[in-house]
């Protein structure tokens, strides 16, 4: 039976899509659509695909009796099942897989009953669908994701190289623009908001969106406006695997309104901070600058350590070098070559630099202490190192020296 396209086919010749945005089904919406459809019957017909379509997916494997491809209407599908029914009302929106999920993720876009998620895996896996079909796609090896990262890496100046010909870049990048565009979206704002939402911990997925009160600290100062979470701020907690402090650096990013980068040094400064330092930061003891300066501290300290342990070993080495020195003989074939008048300078060596003075340096160590150094002047510290290093040149260089004469 058909109708202006549409249909009314056995359910067993539905195969419902394993690429669909939507991943779990409320009971409660299941059993109000149940009751609706058996008081009411079907009103809206599913939207499906003959199943051999040729830009089906390779990962859609139908059985026997499949005869189309669910596009949109799942709910549907299943409450006519539980119902018992045995035929259901379809139409086909397109002859083509690509073409019918896309005019799916238009219709998804503004449906309430479709949250930001589940529009966040529609709109990539629009995007696969379509992008797979240029060639040298299937090289990315997170498909539209990598490519929208490489697209934003490119504005910037830092892209890599995909290993793709520039000309299918830019038809890749041509086509994603398209299909966000004809979708609802851009690709600046599918990076931005939509793919942060795919890898979040649930925690962090509950808080997306929702409002915190404020006040406003500008001209309009005194008045009340709210703040939207954005996706893309809750993402950079992400990297936070603990859940007591990912719980409390929310709530730090909720009380002060942190922005996208904000929120990346937070979570970089909880991931790295001394425990006592953390505690500070999210109770509002400490503010995030100073907590980040404790942090940079900190790694100053294990760098001071290591130059102290250098200075142990070169103390050692200058030691041997000075009782090597008196031990030495005079050697006759170069007390011949010495003369009683002052030797010229060949002319290669006029420009060198003067030698460093090893007495100069000698003083500055013996007053140096490597366990105050977190206190110390950052130039300081970094001559201290340059000295050191001075200093290595100069025992390899001696050691070379040293060794005809022995």
Same mark, same amino acid.
């Given at each position: ?106 219709? %998804? ?20 669908? %379509? ?34 010909? %520039? ?240």
């Amino acid at each position: 039976m058909k109708d202006n396209n549409v249909m009314e086919i056995e359910l067993g010749q539905i195969m419902p899509n394993p690429n669909q945005p939507r991943k779990t089904f409320d009971e409660a919406e299941l059993n109000n659509l149940r009751q609706t459809i058996e008081h009411g019957g079907q009103i809206e017909p599913l939207w499906v695909v003959p199943i051999t379509a040729p830009d089906v997916p390779n990962n859609i494997r139908p059985t026997n009796g499949h005869r189309y491809l669910l596009i949109d209407g799942e709910r549907r599908l299943r409450a006519m099942e539980a119902l018992g029914r045995n035929t259901v009302k379809v139409q086909e929106v397109d002859t083509s897989y690509t073409g019918a999920y896309h005019k799916g993720i238009i219709k %998804h876009k503004t449906t309430a009953r479709h949250d930001d998620v589940e529009k966040a895996r529609g709109i990539v896996e629009d995007l696969n669908n %379509h992008l797979s079909q240029i060639e040298g796609f299937e090289k990315l090896a997170n498909g539209a994701v990598t490519l929208i990262n490489y697209l934003d890496s490119k504005k910037r100046g830092k892209a890599w190289d995909l290993g793709i010909p %520039h000309q299918l870049v830019r038809e890749m990048e041509k086509t994603a623009e398209r299909v966000c565009d004809s979708a609802g979206y851009t690709v600046n704002t599918l990076r931005t908001q939509q793919l942060p939402l795919l890898g979040l911990k649930p925690d962090l997925l509950e808080e997306v969106g929702k409002i915190v009160e404020g006040t406003s600290t500008g001209k309009k100062k005194g008045k009340k406006r709210g703040w939207r979470i954005p996706a893309s701020t809750l993402s950079k907690l992400n990297s936070i695997t603990d859940n007591g402090l990912r719980a409390g650096a929310l709530a730090y990013v909720k009380r002060h309104k942190l922005t996208r980068d904000r929120a990346q040094t937070l979570a970089g400064t909880v991931n790295t901070a001394e425990p006592d330092v953390t505690d500070d930061l999210l109770n509002d003891k400490i503010s995030l600058e100073e907590a980040k300066r404790s942090v940079e501290r900190s790694a100053t300290g294990e760098e001071m350590d290591e130059v102290a342990r250098e200075i142990d070993i070169l103390e050692d080495e200058v030691a041997w070098l000075d009782g090597e020195f008196r031990e030495l003989e005079p050697v006759p074939e170069l007390e011949e070559q010495v003369g009683s008048e002052p030797q010229k300078l060949p002319v290669e060596t006029m420009n060198e630099p003067e030698p460093v003075r090893c007495d100069r340096i000698r003083d500055d160590l013996r007053t140096f202490n490597p366990y105050s150094m977190k206190n110390m002047p950052k130039e300081v510290i970094d001559r201290t190192v340059t000295s050191l290093r001075e200093i290595q040149v100069m025992v390899s260089a001696l050691l070379e020296q040293l060794e005809p004469v022995q």
